[in-house]
């Protein structure tokens, strides 16, 4: 199957918003991070653009990488 790269930007630029809201949506509780060796207990992650900017004003820059 063939897409146009400017399709799927269209896309990711219209429905941002509703993957971030997905990304925020996953909460985990008492998790323990080795790498800082620190405990979360709970974890309320929140996406917003930079500024006080709108999401519908905001565009992505889609490129692929052929490694």
């Not at 799927?8 to 925020?24: A, P, R, S, T, Y």
Request: cysteine-free.
């Amino acid at each position: 199957m063939r897409i146009h790269k400017n399709f799927i930007k269209d896309i990711i630029d219209k429905n941002f918003q509703v993957i971030l809201g997905h990304v925020e949506s996953k909460v985990d509780k008492n998790v323990f991070l080795e790498e800082i060796n620190a405990n979360i207990d709970n974890l309320d992650l929140r996406i917003l653009p930079k500024g006080g900017a709108e999401w519908t004003s905001l565009e992505s820059d889609l490129f692929f990488d052929q490694g």
